[in-house]
């Protein structure tokens, strides 16, 4: 076996650490799974424990029955530790950003991994694992903090990137650019004045201050009001599955792509 693509890096992972991301991927794409043929779903660089994987699993099992779902580490030492908890439409393998499966995946996620990357890697590594996507495949790039209240992820096509989600518990920051150091590496050094992202975010904390006194009904409220007001100036998708109060009552806000590059 060619060795795989990429570096070890910390295994830092945790119980539920990815459940925001987990919930967005299965009521958004969950209906994409649910009608594709075999559908193959990639956990890449799933850390020290098969946890992360094990609890996407058992998500996307509930709305896309048939799913199969492979864990691939670049660290061997973490394949072992992992195999024993492999079942029926759960496995784990050895492997890099070469994605060592037989199958185009309908789904690829990479959580905390790409941050460990530079910049130049971090574009090319998206170049690379869209390519190997199904036709109408997705993959879910992002970052968490340790304990998963906070978190901002990228979707992309075969074609290229599509979304960016920002997500949090709302006793989970102060205001909404705290989200900032979870940025995808490909956005994490852009934010700075004269970028769109920064611009995105400067608005978003200005319309969180406006929307202060919701706080007065509950952070829910005021997070409801907040992207009511950014609305009417950036491109807020409002219908489900990528938006609407449903998605935003839980602490969520996605956005074209193109919104923020
Ligand atoms: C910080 S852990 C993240 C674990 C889990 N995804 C989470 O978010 O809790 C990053 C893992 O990605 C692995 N990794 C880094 N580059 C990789 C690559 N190219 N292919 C597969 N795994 C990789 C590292 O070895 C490490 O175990």
Redesign the pocket.
């Known amino acids: 076996m060619a060795k ?11 119980y539920n ?2 459940r925001r991301c987990d919930r967005w991927i299965a009521a958004v794409h969950g209906p994409m799974l649910r009608r594709a043929a075999r559908p193959l779903v990639v ?6 424990s098969h946890t ?1 994987t094990l609890e996407l699993f058992a998500r996307l099992r509930r709305v896309a029955p048939e799913v199969e779902v492979v864990g ?4 061997p030492a ?1 394949v072992a530790v992992a195999k024993p908890y492999e079942r029926e439409g759960l496995s784990f393998r050895l ?3 070469e994605l060592p499966v037989s199958r185009p995946p309908a789904l690829v996620r990479a ?3 790409l941050r ?1 990357y530079d910049e130049a890697d971090a574009w090319r590594y998206w170049d690379a694992l869209r390519a190997r996507l199904a036709p109408g495949g997705i993959l879910v790039e992002g970052t ?1 903090s340790e304990n998963g209240r906070r978190a901002v992820w990228a979707g992309l096509s075969p074609d290229g990137p599509e979304t960016v989600t920002f997500s949090a518990r709302f006793d989970a920051f102060e205001r909404p650019s705290d989200l900032a150091d979870r940025l995808p590496k490909t956005l994490i050094h852009r934010n700075v004045p004269g970028e769109r992202i920064h611009a995105f975010l400067t608005d978003f904390d200005r319309a969180w201050a406006v929307s202060a006194p919701y706080g007065a009904h509950g952070r829910r409220q005021r997070w409801l009001a907040a992207v009511e007001h950014l609305a009417a100036s950036w491109p807020v998708p409002r219908q489900a599955p990528l938006g609407g109060p449903g998605r935003w009552r839980l602490g969520e806000l996605t956005l074209p792509w193109s919104a923020v590059s």
């Open positions: 795989p693509v990429g570096s070890i890096t910390r295994g830092t992972t945790g650490r990815l956990d890449l660089g799933y850390g020290a992360t691939i580490e670049i660290d973490r492997g890099g950003f959580f905390n991994v460990q968490s």
